[in-house]
């Protein structure tokens, strides 16, 4: 377990605030004076001093089905699709992926306006509350960037999916076939 405790002013006092990291969990308490008195995590809690900062824990978002298409060429892009399953009562969302054979990473939506459709770049993918969330060529994917090596057909590979209240998912990531 880690502890972070920083201070910062206020107009009219000084505000401590702690952090406590704990495998899945991430909680965080605020307190206000001059004196932070340092209690065992669990009467925190009990006290209702610190909360966790999501509900459900890590476990209750599962991300599956991960794979991406072959790609002969270094440097080129590749669509990562998966499987995202929210098991939660309350939405989450995915933030970042980061993987090792790719530079970058974008989010995108495919925008269905006027016209032909169009890729468009977002902040962030919303998955819904107790819903299964399928991320795909023709609708939300994750596009990596800049790839730094060939992918072949039966390759796999590691993401680290990071949700804002799931915290981050380590997933296995299967090279298919050319298209």
Not at 59 to 86: F, R
Not at 106 to 135: C, F, N, Q, W, Y
Request: charged share 15%.
């Amino acid at each position: 377990m880690t502890v972070v405790i920083r201070a910062f002013a206020s107009r009219s006092r000084s505000v401590f605030a702690a952090s406590t990291l704990i495998p899945n969990q991430r909680c965080t308490a605020t307190f206000a004076g001059a004196a932070v008195v340092l209690l065992p995590l669990g009467v925190l809690l009990h006290l209702g001093a610190i909360t966790p900062a999501h509900s459900g824990g890590g476990e209750a978002v599962k991300v599956s089905d991960a794979w991406v298409h072959a790609a002969e060429q270094v440097g080129g892009n590749v669509v990562l699709s998966m499987t995202i399953k929210n098991e939660a009562d309350v939405a989450d969302t995915l933030l970042r992926v980061r993987c090792p054979v790719a530079n970058f990473s974008a989010k995108h939506t495919i925008d269905r306006g006027e016209g032909s459709p169009a890729m468009r770049e977002i902040p962030s993918i919303p998955i819904a509350a107790s819903s299964m969330t399928v991320l795909k060529p023709d609708a939300y994917h994750v596009m990596l960037l800049q790839t730094r090596q060939a992918l072949a057909a039966g390759e796999v590979f590691n993401c680290s999916i990071v949700f804002q209240k799931a915290g981050t998912i380590e997933t296995e990531v299967k090279v298919h076939g050319l298209p």
